[in-house]
C-alpha cells in the first residue's frame, strides 16, 4: 500500500467516524422521544456540503471523495427524518429542509446544466465547497470566544476534538498529495480549531465534560 492509499483509508475511517458522532443524539432522540438542546441546521448543512463534494469526487473521478460524502449523506438524512419525526416543530424544519432543497436544486442547475463541461465547471465548485466547508469550521469560533471569557469547556467534546483533528490532518495530506487545493485549504481551518480547542481543554481542564449536539462538518 503506497502513501496514498494510505491516505484515502485514513480519510474515509476518520471522516465517516466524525459523520458518526450523530448517532449519539439519534440515540438520545429516541431515548427522550424529543429533539430539546438538539440543532436541525448542522444535519442540514452538513448534508448540503455532502452533497457538494460528492458531486464534486464524481467530476473529478475521485473514488475516496465520493464514498465518503455518499455515506455522510445518507447518515445526514437519517439523522433529518429522525429529528422530524420527534421535533415538536414540524412545520420550521419542513420549511428550512425545503429551502436547503431550493438551493440544492439552483446549485445543480448551475453547475449541472449552465457550467460548460471541464475545468472551469470542476474549479468554480471546487471554490463554492471549499467556501462553505470553511465557513462551517469558522462558525463555532464565537462559542470559543464565550469559553474563553467563561473558563468553561464542559459544552466541548474532547473526542470530537479529536477526531476533527486527525479527519482535517488526513484531507490535508490528501489534497497536498493530489496537488488539489480545494481539499486542502478549506481543511486547514480545521486543524487550527481544533488545535484552538485542545489549548482550551489543557488551559480550563474540566472532569466532567459533556458532549455537543453533533456539529460535524468536512469535505
Known sequence: MDFLQLLSWACIVFTVGMFSTGLTDMKTMRESKSTDNIQ?????????????????????????????????????ILYIIMYFHYTKHKGLVMSQTVAAGTVLTCGWLYFGMFLPEGDSRLSQLGLTC????????????TDLVEIVRSGNVQCLSF????????????WVLYGFQL????????????????????????????VNQSSPSYKPMHI
Open 159 to 170: 473526542p470530537l476534538t479529536v477526531a476533527t483533528f486527525f479527519t482535517s490532518t488526513s
Open 40 to 76: 436541525f441546521l448542522p444535519f442540514l448543512t452538513t448534508c448540503l456540503n455532502n452533497l457538494g463534494w460528492l458531486f464534486y469526487g464524481m467530476l473529478k473521478r475521485d473514488q475516496t471523495i465520493v464514498l465518503v460524502n455518499i455515506i455522510g449523506a445518507l447518515l445526514q
Open 179 to 206: 496537488n488539489d487545493y480545494y481539499i486542502v485549504v478549506p481543511n486547514t481551518p480545521g486543524i487550527f480549531t481544533s488545535l484552538i480547542r485542545f489549548y482550551l481543554f489543557w488551559r480550563f481542564a474540566s
Open 130 to 141: 471549499s467556501v462553505v466547508t470553511i465557513s462551517m469550521y469558522m462558525s463555532p469560533l
